[in-house]
């Protein structure tokens, strides 16, 4: 059975740090593109982050540039997100996704596996 399981989410104040981990199990993922994605209430679920297989590509949403910082370990077949400089607007449930292909993408529809999410407040 195929699984990625988020973890890392919680509270922080504006301008803090939180570490996002993503575990994925039940088949090879070290040569998926992988990404991280958003929803906040009563918006459609949005890009954040992407990577290729070996963090060679590694495109961002244009309101993390600079603070968020996707990477892997294909080792351990685990995502990160390193987000800093937290702002109340980042609030939003956070969700990790794979895509057996070897190029990244921006579009929710183009991955194929996704984790059950995990959530993220940032208090003003």
């Known amino acids: 059975q195929v699984q990625l399981v988020e973890s890392g989410g919680g509270l922080v104040q504006a301008g803090g740090s939180l570490r996002l981990s993503c575990v994925a199990s039940?088949?090879?993922?070290?040569?998926?593109?992988m990404g991280w994605f958003r929803q906040a209430p009563d918006k459609e679920r949005e890009f954040v982050a992407a990577i290729n297989w070996n963090g060679a590509n590694t495109p961002y949403a244009d309101s993390v540039k600079g603070r968020f910082t996707i990477s892997r370990d294909n080792a351990k077949n685990t995502l990160y997100l390193q987000m800093n400089s937290l702002k109340p607007e980042d609030t939003a449930v956070y969700f990790c996704a794979a895509r057996p292909w070897v190029l990244t993408s921006t579009d929710p529809h183009e991955y194929n596996y996704w984790g059950q999410g995990t959530q993220v407040t940032v208090s003003s």
């Open positions: 039940g088949r090879t993922f070290s040569s998926d593109a």
